[in-house]
């Protein structure tokens, strides 16, 4: 599989990485060991997880795998987060226990989990700062920001002679775009890597849930989920969306799964699931690149989302 290397510790990630929210939470561990094992076979090397995925259960499932498989150093990448609100002492012991539950000496890559009044603290900083400096993180990053949060951590780490955040992970598909071409241009400008995730908006892109929330799904078992896409702005994408499908044969989940994975400038597309089978969607839509459709896709007469 396609690789990028992100951030001046040459993090090397696979063009699709495999997103471990549903880990304890919608899978149990024999599941998800299933689907660590397929997706590592098929040259997925990029592991995203959080302390708050199912309460450090996420963590603690893909760090026994880990310690099962053994994987050679540096051939997989790691990446965790922590929620806000944030503070020195938080930040140091969120790490150390996420470290304890993945069974690692140092995560590959550490991010704020979303932007906070706390995030901009210059105590926060170096306290991350002092994470890569003590070995245990080896790349920043923040989530779910945009580019005036962004820019204003950049300036203040520069200010400070801090570590810098290398990558941005926001939400990015058909019905919720988070990155846009002026976010892209200027992160590139900057040297900040771009991670998406989401590229069938949590299921929403299948159109399945177009009579309501379907039990058992993300949005059921994770309520919050819902006012990110029930909104008339992303049923007027789907809708645009399943038209398309319609006329052309392909099925809505192929198109937006190959829009998201042929944005042009994101280092890595994390993909979610339950069985294979869903990571063996995302890897035939990888293999569909159909650059009109996806211009057609895009044309909705929508406005740019904010902050860009």
């Known amino acids: 599989m396609e690789t990028t290397i992100i951030s001046s510790v040459g993090l090397r990630v696979s063009r699709i990485g495999l997103g471990c929210v549903t880990f304890g939470r919608e899978i149990d561990e024999a599941a998800a060991r299933v689907l660590l094992d397929y997706a590592w076979a098929r040259g997925v090397n990029f592991f995203d997880t959080a302390s708050a995925y199912s309460q450090g259960r996420s963590e603690s499932i893909l760090g026994s795998w880990l310690a099962a498989r053994r994987p050679a150093a540096g051939s997989i990448v790691v990446a965790t987060k922590l929620l806000p609100p944030y503070d020195p002492e938080r930040i140091a012991q969120a790490v150390d226990a996420s470290l304890r539950r993945l069974g690692l000496e140092a995560v590959d890559l550490f991010y704020l989990h979303s932007w906070h009044a706390t995030a901009e603290s210059p105590a926060v900083l170096a306290a991350l700062d002092a994470l890569v400096r003590a070995g245990k993180v080896r790349a920043l990053g923040a989530s779910n920001y945009d580019r ?79 006012n990110v896409y029930f909104h008339e702005q992303a049923s007027q994408r789907l809708a645009r ?46 293999a569909f690149d159909a650059p009109a459709l996806f211009a057609e896709l895009e044309d909705d007469g929508l406005p740019a989302p904010p902050g860009s």
Do not use: M
């Not at 962004?150 to 019905?175: C, I, P, S």
């Not at 989401?198 to 993300?218: C, D, E």
């Open 241 to 286: 969306l399943e038209s398309v499908a319609a006329r052309t044969g392909h099925s809505a989940t192929q198109l937006a799964l190959a829009w998201a994975l042929h944005q042009p400038g994101i280092a890595s597309v994390l993909v979610g699931g339950r069985t294979p089978a869903h990571l063996d969607q995302a890897l035939a839509a990888q």
């Open 148 to 226: 005036q949060q962004l820019e204003t951590a950049l300036a203040l780490q520069q200010q400070h002679g801090l570590a810098r955040f290398r990558v941005l992970q926001n939400n990015h598909n058909l019905a919720v775009r988070d990155v846009s071409p002026a976010l892209l241009q200027w992160c590139a400008s900057r040297q900040v890597a771009v991670v998406t995730y989401s590229p069938l908006g949590a299921g929403f892109l299948t159109g399945k849930h177009r009579q309501g929330v379907q039990p058992g799904s993300r949005f059921d078992v994770a309520p919050g989920h819902q």
